[in-house]
């Protein structure tokens, strides 16, 4: 398992651990695939960190390099970095 930031999600991730009780988390299954653009943004809605499974990811849409084998993310944008600090 891996630990990202809910702005590296990317189309063919699976996440298997929220950083929030999945009772407490819309969503109705405790681990899923994340398939389209409305999957991450409402993992983004909800939670600030998620677990990913790199065995269960899909080997399309960049989850997975298929030459290597490995997981990638890109890095956080500035943008991005501003959006995830808590405003105070």
């Not at 298997?16 to 009772?23: G, R, V």
């Not at 899909?58 to 997975?64: E, F, N, P, R």
């Amino acid at each position: 398992m891996i630990k990202i930031h809910v702005y590296e999600l990317k189309i063919g991730m699976f996440i298997s651990e929220l950083d929030i009780p999945w009772e407490a988390s819309p969503f109705l299954l405790q681990g899923f695939d994340i398939k389209t653009p409305a999957d991450i943004k409402a993992v983004q809605d909800v939670c600030d960190y998620v677990m990913i499974d790199p065995v269960r990811q899909k080997l399309i849409h960049g989850g997975i390099s298929k030459k290597t084998n490995k997981h990638f993310c890109m890095p956080l944008s500035n943008q991005q970095r501003r959006m995830s600090k808590p405003v105070r």
